[in-house]
């Protein structure tokens, strides 16, 4: 049997995302591990680690070299975590199927204490997203933010290692990694709206590679696709990247879509709301009106400056 080869960063939580894909390829289709080839490819963001990457370049940092090897054809599939998938993909590449969504709330992590309104005044607080160092310093403008870069153990050594007295991770990540017991806190998806795209494994193909399409479908999920088309139209409206604080989370529930976004300045003392409703198949739609219409409250000052 022909092997189809799934091309993955090499990180933990990476390499259990595209284990979870295949196994759910596996299962689906009556396939052998055999079958499938997991390939490991450093990208520039695994190698960039002195620096945040609205420095360095942005999200494609992490899917550049996976794009790369996918266009030339080295791998057959890519497995992405959603939220580091850049809004436009390169030419003759499509993310064309969605696992079922993990809980996409984040997850604080403290050394002495469980919550972050519990932090001493003054306290380190670690995080490498602009989103999350924002909301934090709007709901702590006290705290000291300060940059968490590398992958989910790093971090968490770095807490023990008293670099900070706490750390906010997905808690998605975390499930999927068996580490949902060092989590002291779940943060509120209102007070603290996740990252588009966040707890979503997103699937990149070959667009027309028909063969690989049709597996796909199989462990394609509906409701993850149009919350994603939502949170992704909304991001590129905005033309988000990893120099803007924007949060976006869509709901779907008896075929009618949810969605709440926001925008927020890097110090997190200005930030503007929107919600949006409507049916799930206009998805994309009601991202960019959503879209159109936060921009229209902040006004279009509102990213001058820290874009």
Same mark, same amino acid.
């Given at each position: 049997m022909q092997t189809l080869k799934i091309g993955t960063r090499g990180s933990p939580l990476a390499l259990a995302q595209a284990h979870e894909t295949q196994a759910r390829l596996m299962a689906a289709h009556g396939m052998p591990a055999e079958a499938f080839g997991v390939v490991v490819i450093s990208t520039s963001g695994d190698r960039i680690q002195d620096r945040p990457l609205s420095e360095a370049g942005g999200k494609g940092l992490f899917t550049k070299e996976i794009e790369e090897a996918l266009l030339a054809g080295t791998i057959d599939i890519a497995v992405h975590s959603s939220k580091d998938m850049p809004t436009v993909l390169p030419d003759g590449l499509e993310l064309s199927a969605f696992l079922p969504r993990e809980d996409a709330r984040d997850a604080f992590i403290g050394k002495a204490v469980e919550r972050i309104v519990d932090l001493p005044q003054g306290a380190k607080v670690g995080s490498s997203s602009l989103r999350r160092q924002a909301l934090i310093r709007?709901?702590?403008?006290?705290?000291?933010?300060?940059?968490?870069?590398?992958?989910?153990?790093?971090?968490?050594?770095?807490?023990?290692?008293?670099? %900070? $007295?706490?750390?906010?991770? +997905?808690?998605?990540? !975390?499930?999927?990694? &068996? @580490?949902?017991?060092?989590?002291?806190?779940?943060?509120?998806?209102?007070?603290?709206?996740?990252?588009?795209?966040?707890?979503?494994?997103?699937?990149?193909?070959?667009?027309?590679?028909?063969?690989?399409?049709?597996?796909?479908?199989?462990?394609?999920?509906?409701?993850?696709?149009?919350?994603?088309?939502?949170?992704?139209?909304?991001?590129?409206?905005?033309?988000?990247?990893?120099?803007?604080?924007? %949060? $976006?989370?869509?709901?779907? +529930?008896?075929?009618? !879509?949810?969605?709440? &976004? @926001?925008?927020?300045?890097?110090?997190?003392?200005?930030?503007?709301?929107?919600?949006?409703?409507?049916?799930?198949?206009?998805?994309?739609?009601?991202?960019?009106?959503?879209?159109?219409?936060?921009?229209?409250?902040?006004?279009?000052?509102?990213f001058d400056g820290w874009v």
């Open positions: 709007r709901m702590r403008p006290d705290l000291d933010v300060v940059m968490f870069r590398g992958n989910v153990q790093t971090r968490l050594r770095k807490l023990e290692e008293g670099v %900070a $007295g706490g750390t906010i991770l +997905a808690y998605a990540g !975390l499930k999927r990694l &068996g @580490l949902g017991h060092v989590v002291t806190d779940l943060m509120p998806l209102d007070a603290f709206p996740p990252a588009p795209g966040q707890g979503a494994i997103g699937i990149e193909t070959r667009i027309g590679d028909s063969a690989v399409d049709k597996m796909l479908v199989a462990i394609h999920d509906v409701p993850t696709g149009q919350a994603l088309a939502c949170e992704r139209a909304f991001l590129a409206a905005l033309d988000g990247s990893c120099r803007t604080p924007i %949060a $976006g989370y869509a709901t779907i +529930a008896d075929g009618t !879509l949810t969605f709440a &976004g @926001l925008i927020i300045s890097p110090d997190g003392t200005q930030s503007h709301e929107v919600k949006a409703e409507g049916p799930a198949q206009d998805a994309a739609r009601i991202g960019m009106d959503a879209a159109k219409t936060v921009r229209a409250k902040a006004g279009e000052t509102f």
